[in-house]
């Protein structure tokens, strides 16, 4: 069974402050796939990043950066210079490869508010 | 290009009626997801179709939930006999795939649900 950890239910950081976000999970499959969204206040799930499990380098998307760690099996993810956009509940995800194992599932969200 | 759309945006419905809802995926995509999003249960998975494959109902909560695709495009889920533990936000997604895949999913609005 596959299982998505989020331990931190809610963050507030003041504006401009770098927050990490983590993400632990557990898989038994050797090949998977990693996905972060974003639900802003307007409800509507944002697609952040898709991340293959034999890739391990880090990603920087602009003040984003994903840091994944086979190891420790933990994908978390950095915003740098929060701004209050970036206010949202944020959700990991894991997804198998093979047909029946491709449904994503979420951990149970991280509720990030930026206070101006 | 156009997102995925789903409809109705808001259903009230008494118990122990049908309700349909109904989701249009990204032209293109031939993995169509849905799922629903409760304040007690997060975000779970129910149905998938991957083209002409038969789907992976293994997340329906019940035998009053059923859910087709109709020329591997629009997607209706339907509840029957509804109850007061559906009320939810039901989000239908959808992928390129499954060569390569999984890709990341595209989610429509919702639907959000309430049974009275």
């Known amino acids: 069974a596959q299982k998505v950890t989020q331990a931190q239910t809610e963050i507030s950081v003041v504006e401009k402050e770098d927050v990490t976000l983590d993400c632990v999970y557990e898989t038994r499959d050797t090949t998977y796939y990693l996905f972060w969204y974003k639900q802003p206040p307007s409800g509507e799930l944002v697609f952040l990043i898709r991340r293959n499990s034999f890739d391990e380098q880090n990603e920087i998307s602009g003040r984003y950066s994903w840091n994944f760690q086979k190891s420790t099996s933990s994908f978390n993810f950095t915003i740098t210079a929060s701004q209050v956009v970036d206010s949202a509940v944020y959700f990991c995800?894991?997804?198998?490869?093979?047909?029946?194992?491709?449904?994503?599932?979420f951990g149970t969200g991280t509720r990030l508010t930026i206070i101006p | 290009g156009a997102g995925v759309s789903q409809s109705p945006s808001n259903k009230v419905t008494e118990k122990g009626k049908d309700v349909e809802l109904r989701c249009d995926p990204i032209?293109?995509?031939?993995?169509l997801y849905w799922y629903r999003q409760s304040l007690g249960q997060g975000l779970e998975f129910l149905i998938y179709f991957q083209g002409n494959s038969a789907p992976d109902k293994s997340g329906l909560p019940s035998d009053r939930f059923s859910a087709e695709r109709t020329g591997g495009s629009v997607s209706t889920l339907t509840i029957q006999r509804t109850q007061q533990e559906d009320s939810a936000v039901y989000l239908c997604a959808s992928s390129l795939g499954p060569a390569g895949g999984p890709y990341e999913q595209y989610f429509g609005p919702g639907t959000r649900l309430t049974v009275t």
């Open positions: 995800a894991l997804s198998g490869t093979n047909f029946g194992n491709e449904k994503l599932t």
């Open positions: 032209s293109g995509h031939t993995a």
